[in-house]
């Protein structure tokens, strides 16, 4: 009897044993994976700004590219019949020098790599690139995509298309060479559009939003965000403005700059973190 009843009792705790292992190992789990879905989520910090200058733009340009070589900006504007290529001053807003672009094509972003000048159509898939000087076009090429945003990091070209994909174009055969889906922790981050090369990081603007997206060349992962709420003014929308649009590095000196379509003014940040 006292046999059995050991057996019994053995039998016991080993089912016990193996039900409270697995019931561990459950809940580890299970806490484990919500605990890191809940730390990517909160990880990723949302950047205010603290405005440094202000300085007077065209409030007819429909900006779509923007960048900073040398002291002067480069802009691409867009909309047919008004697209151009145009080297602007950065304290007046003066336009220094300006090439428009066919009534029947719609200007898209624009990177200044070397000395060339590369930017992109909307939907015409067919891009330019001028000498950075004189912009004479020294040739054209062919794009597989809409042509959204461009910027490069030195070694490479990186363009947009709307969607949430950014594509690497390697800079002398201007064929693709790679790609990255841009992801945060809700999913893809689609509507990908002005883009800018800042530090190692992809910078972009999320269309019809007033955020703009810090981006991992090598994963596509969002690390950060800035949120540029209530940069443009009451006063500034008298006339009609559209988006935020348009992001420069002055690389030289650190300094950043964002404008919009439209936009009467451009502004150099400064981001603040969130901690
Ligand atoms: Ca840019």
């Not at 809940?27 to 809940?38: G, L, P, Q, R």
């Not at 992109?120 to 690139?129: A, E, P």
Request: with cysteine; glycine share 10%; proline share 3%.
């Amino acid at each position: 009897m006292n046999r059995i009843f050991s057996t019994i009792r053995l039998s016991d705790i080993l089912f016990a044993c193996a039900v409270m292992f697995c019931l561990t190992v459950h809940i580890k789990y299970t806490f484990a994976s919500s605990k890191s879905v809940s730390q990517a989520g909160g990880m990723i910090p949302t950047y205010s700004y603290k405005v440094v200058n202000v300085y007077p733009h065209d409030r007819h340009a429909f900006i779509q590219g923007l960048a900073f070589v040398g002291g002067f900006f480069y802009e691409g504007t867009g909309l047919m019949g008004r697209s151009s290529l145009r080297r602007v001053e950065l304290e007046t807003g003066n336009v220094l020098k300006i090439h428009k672009i066919a009534d029947h094509i719609f200007g898209e972003g624009v990177t200044v790599f070397n000395n060339k000048i590369i930017q992109l159509t909307w939907k015409s898939k067919v891009g330019f690139v001028y000498e950075k000087h004189s912009f004479k076009l020294l040739r054209e090429f062919n794009c597989q995509t809409e042509g959204w945003g461009i910027t490069h990091d030195g070694k490479r070209l990186m363009i947009s298309d709307g969607s949430a994909t950014i594509y690497f174009l390697d800079t002398e055969s201007l064929k693709e060479i790679g790609r990255i889906p841009v992801h945060d922790e809700n999913g893809p981050v689609e509507r990908l559009n002005e883009l800018e090369y800042v530090n190692g990081k992809i910078y972009a603007n999320v269309w019809k939003t007033d955020r703009i997206a810090m981006i991992s060349p090598d994963s596509g992962r969002v690390t950060g965000w800035i949120d540029l709420t209530g940069l443009l003014g009451p006063e500034d929308k008298s006339k009609p403005v559209n988006v935020l649009n348009g992001i420069a590095y002055d690389s030289e000196n650190g300094r950043l700059f964002v404008t919009g379509k439209l936009w009467p003014k451009l502004f150099e940040i400064k981001l603040v973190a969130p901690y």
